[in-house]
């Protein structure tokens, strides 16, 4: 009985639009009032799902991602990228999703990267000639790059939970980000292709190698991030502080556009945007324990291998519930309630965990973008002045394509696993 109110509260919660966060915690209060459990064990259960040594680089990432941005990042991101790509049909939509290949690596979060990249992407697009709705379809698309790419806040989440190695998690991210990246290029050509939107002339090699200088110090700043993490001089943790120094020293006195009186604002921001993450880690866990304690994970098990034990067919229906959830759900709160009993059943049919991780972080990426809790389509529409529906009728061809590299990832695990058992055996 206790267990069915758990969720009839948080269900009810997410369809009234009560914070994520707020849900699970009232959920779980209730279910401990209802049980008898003393309430003491809510606070004892929040802390300890906060006090994981690998979490204290999500606020490092978000610092550095912040600071950097401020420091005058998107700009000579977006000018590098559109010299690479902006001479070929539709050239600003492939500069706008090679930009969140490149941003994505130093945020590590879509919204950041949809918010900033679709500020001055989406304007600058509708400007030229392209429709808005597909301008900011494209841009929320190609955001949910970012936390693919390393580093990656969800990447670094699924860590906690696991105990797999975040440095692999990162590696793991790694070519299934470029692959989504590249088949969203596909389509965005092939779509500007069709409906004959404009390109813009060849702007020659000197200003590729322009624009690369002026952005080399933005673009360093992923290779020293990754160097940290596969050499083993620094922890994932450790390398977020001394990427958090590196983005202030450039952005206040090599690119000069960070003034220092800033600093205390991005410190609040930053701060704010990690104290949230955060707080759903905690109330989540609390969430968490009652399933366990209540053995939801293995009924979830059961069930599915009661129907199937194929592989195949346990990856699909992984998928589909995954996929399910994302359009409802924030994805770090559906990490931390479904990986773990997920992980149980996908261990049981032969899935490695790094693969299974990586597809499944993937999978609720794509649900940034989904209706009617893709946040990345609101940052967008709001950008671009537009209603919800146009963007969702745009964006409908890159799902199509972000779910066929999700399948490709989860069937062919070589794509997840190769690039980290080379780097990191």
């Known amino acids: 009985m206790e267990v069915w109110v758990l969720f009839a509260v948080f269900i009810t919660g997410l369809v009234i639009g009560v914070p994520v966060a707020v849900t699970l915690g009232l959920s779980s209060a209730v279910y401990l009032l209802m049980s008898g459990i003393p309430l003491v064990v809510m606070p004892q259960k929040i802390y300890a799902g906060m006090d994981v040594f690998v979490l204290l680089s999500i606020p490092g990432f978000i610092l550095?991602?912040?600071?950097?941005?401020?420091?005058?990042?998107?700009?000579?991101?977006?000018?590098?990228?559109n010299a690479l790509v902006g001479w070929i049909r539709g050239g600003l939509g492939l500069?706008?999703?090679?930009?969140s290949m490149l941003f994505g690596g130093i945020t590590g979060t879509a919204v950041a990267d949809a918010a900033s990249i679709g500020g001055v992407m989406i304007p600058g697009m509708k400007k030229a000639?392209?429709?808005?709705?597909?301008?900011?379809a494209v841009t929320a698309a190609s955001s949910t790059v970012g936390p693919i790419i390393p580093p990656s806040v969800p990447m670094i989440i699924v860590g906690a939970l696991s105990g797999i190695s975040v440095g692999?998690?990162?590696m793991a991210g790694a070519v299934p980000g470029i692959l989504m990246g590249l088949a969203m290029m596909v389509t965005c050509y092939i779509i500007s292709v069709r409906k004959n939107f404009p390109r813009q002339e060849w702007q020659g090699v000197g200003e590729v190698v322009g624009s690369f200088a002026h952005a080399f110090w933005a673009l360093a700043m992923t290779g020293l991030i990754i160097y940290g993490l596969l050499s083993?001089?620094?922890?994932?943790?450790?390398?977020?502080?001394?990427?958090?120094?590196?983005?202030?020293?450039?952005?206040?006195?090599?690119?000069?556009?960070?003034?220092?009186?800033?600093?205390?604002?991005?410190?609040?921001?930053?701060?704010?945007?990690?104290?949230?993450?955060?707080?759903?880690?905690?109330?989540?866990?609390?969430f968490g324990w009652i399933l366990v304690s209540e053995q939801i994970p293995q009924a979830i098990a059961n069930a599915v291998l009661s129907m199937t034990d194929s592989r195949i067919l346990v990856i699909l229906i992984i998928n589909l519930l995954l996929l399910f959830v994302g359009m409802f759900m924030e994805t770090i709160a559906a990490l931390i309630i479904l990986f773990v009993p997920l992980l149980s059943l996908a261990e049981a049919v032969g899935i490695e965990p790094l693969h299974f991780a990586t597809f499944a972080v993937l999978n609720l990426m794509i649900g940034l973008t989904t209706p009617p809790v893709g946040v990345c389509l609101f940052v967008c529409a709001g950008i671009a002045k537009l209603q919800l529906t146009p963007v969702v009728r745009a964006i409908f061809p890159f799902l199509v394509t972000n779910i066929l590299v999700l399948l490709a990832v989860s069937f062919y695990s070589p794509l997840a696993t190769w690039l980290p058992n080379l780097l990191m055996p």
């Open 64 to 81: 550095a991602g912040n600071l950097m941005n401020r420091g005058g990042i998107t700009n000579r991101i977006i000018r590098f990228a």
């Open 95 to 99: 500069t706008n999703i090679a930009a």
């Open 232 to 286: 083993g001089v620094a922890t994932p943790t450790e390398t977020a502080v001394v990427a958090s120094l590196y983005a202030f020293i450039v952005g206040a006195f090599v690119y000069r556009e960070l003034p220092v009186r800033e600093l205390p604002h991005v410190l609040v921001e930053s701060g704010i945007s990690s104290a949230a993450i955060l707080a759903l880690v905690g109330f989540a866990n609390v």
């Open 129 to 136: 000639g392209y429709p808005a709705d597909f301008s900011a």
């Open 168 to 170: 692999k998690m990162f």
